[in-house]
């Protein structure tokens, strides 16, 4: 246990106040995705009056578009935060109040202002302009119920100013610095540059990716979906992750600079057919043994008591059919084995070694994956519970697939074994049990323990120097 603990301190910066700035800019990321409304959304569209407006709809309208703008200030905020943690400049504390604390805080209140004005507006043709004479106390219990957007922007607001503050007084530091036992990575080369400006872009700049994808993806508009032209629903469904793996290479590949992909591209090399099988198999047992074992236990027991009276159980009835489109997964999976696999494994497992490297490439990977997961629906409780859910599941799978990448020198079975994963999330299958995914996940954790225990990676590279004093480098 003494272990376990020690290992998590070194996952931790050397500067813990850091945490704070970490923890903001994640919720400042997620923001824009969640709800900005009350959780009786319809009874509060319903009861507002609509003076001005031709319907309730109308409503509702002019308030998602006027949201979906603000948002920009919080995309904008949680980017130069982010980018402040790679670059912090001179003067860190100014540069974080005025690119993340002012952005932010104007955000927030536009969208406040504008949800109360809609609450004191007038509720009559005869009444003009707004009638605002509520005491604070309604003020804050109004925007308390605002929804889990303002909850995570105000947590995101205080936590990034409550670090400002110790940063302005001398009792923060800047850059994000984490503790290594290689004296040899202290200075700063061309390809570590590369990788920080990877997990920027990929993680504090979201907008930079998502604005080509949402251009290209647009080509959804021409291609109607439908089970009437199969060809077009499996095209419709195909094109997002394709054009994900379509953008993401090559901003990777612009951003992480020559001396890396001369590395990326030794990495993709065809390997053995035992490695691909690997590849293909370690992310097909934890989803077909489950349903293999409950397919003989019914069989098993209709043998015993249903012989002759009823059918047996058919194995088909337990194993579902992807469906075509799933092939354009494995283009998205690649892009990202690339970033992650590729790129970064390789600079954080020659700073931090195997298994601290590994977790890091595992956390951002989860962290890349944040904007994505936070769902308009999910309440706080459900926005955190989603947000540990893919930390776990990342930094377990991560291990699988570094074992993969690591051992055969491919990025290729890693990307057959993240691609595969994806499909068999994609499709629903025939027959499901209760905590189906976490059984999946957790035999996961298991083939990665086996693997690294019975066939471990090297645990230096060839190009790394000899060890020497341990000291603090900047992380990003």
């Known amino acids: 246990m003494n272990r376990f603990v020690q290992f998590i301190r070194l996952l931790l910066p050397t500067d813990l106040t850091q945490l704070l700035l970490i923890a903001g800019l994640v919720c400042l ?242 390997p053995t057919w035992s490695y691909a099988g690997l590849g293909l198999a370690i992310p097909a047992l934890p989803v077909l043994l489950p349903s293999l074992l409950i397919y003989v236990h019914d069989r098993a027991n209709w043998a015993a008591h249903s012989f002759g009276k009823l059918e047996p159980p058919q194995i088909g009835q337990y194993f579902g059919v992807p469906e075509a489109w799933m092939a354009a997964l494995f283009l998205a999976a690649f892009a990202e084995e690339v970033i992650f696999r590729g790129l970064l494994q390789r600079h954080f497992v020659e700073r931090f070694g195997v298994w601290r490297g590994i977790c890091f490439v595992g956390i951002i990977w989860a962290a890349f994956h944040f904007f994505g997961d936070a769902r308009y629906r999910l309440d706080d409780i459900g926005t955190v519970l989603a947000l540990c859910s893919r930390l776990i599941i990342c930094i377990v799978l991560g291990f699988g697939l570094s074992w993969l990448a690591l051992r055969s020198k491919s990025l290729l079975p890693a990307t057959l074994a993240h691609g595969l994963y994806n499909v068999f999330v994609g499709f629903k299958p025939v027959f499901s049990f209760p905590g189906q995914h976490w059984v999946h996940v957790g035999l996961w954790a298991l083939f990665a323990y086996v693997l690294f225990r019975y066939w471990p990676v090297e645990t230096t590279l060839s190009n790394v120097p000899a060890s020497a004093a341990a000291v603090t480098e900047p992380a990003v």
């Open 29 to 270: 990321t997620i923001v824009p995705r969640l709800n900005w409304l009350p959780s009786n959304a319809n009874s509060f569209f319903a009861d507002l009056s609509y003076i001005g407006y031709s319907s309730p709809a109308e409503v509702r309208h002019n308030w998602f578009v006027f949201v979906e703008v603000a948002s920009y200030a919080f995309i904008f905020a949680a980017s130069a935060g982010f980018f402040t943690c790679c670059w912090p400049g001179k003067r860190h504390a100014r540069r974080i109040f005025l690119l993340v604390v002012l952005p932010a805080f104007a955000g927030l209140g536009a969208i406040c202002a504008r949800y109360l004005s809609f609450l004191a507006g007038p509720r009559s043709i005869l009444e003009r302009g707004p009638k605002f004479d509520h005491r604070l106390v309604w003020v804050i219990s109004k925007l308390c119920n605002l929804g889990s957007s303002f909850h995570f922007c105000v947590a995101g607001l205080v936590t990034v100013i409550t670090f400002a503050v110790l940063l302005a007084v001398g009792k923060a530091s800047l850059p994000i610095s984490i503790a290594h036992d290689d004296a040899a990575f202290a200075e700063e080369t061309d390809a570590w540059k590369g990788c920080k400006k990877c997990i920027w872009i990929f993680q504090g700049a979201p907008a930079l990716t998502s604005v080509p994808m949402n251009l290209i993806s647009s080509l959804l508009l021409l291609i109607p979906a439908g089970t009437a032209a199969t060809w077009k629903y499996q095209a419709s469904r195909a094109l997002w992750p394709a054009v994900e793996g379509l953008v993401f290479l090559p901003i990777a590949v612009w951003a992480m600079g020559k001396d890396n992909w001369k590395y990326i591209r030794q990495q993709i090399q065809l």
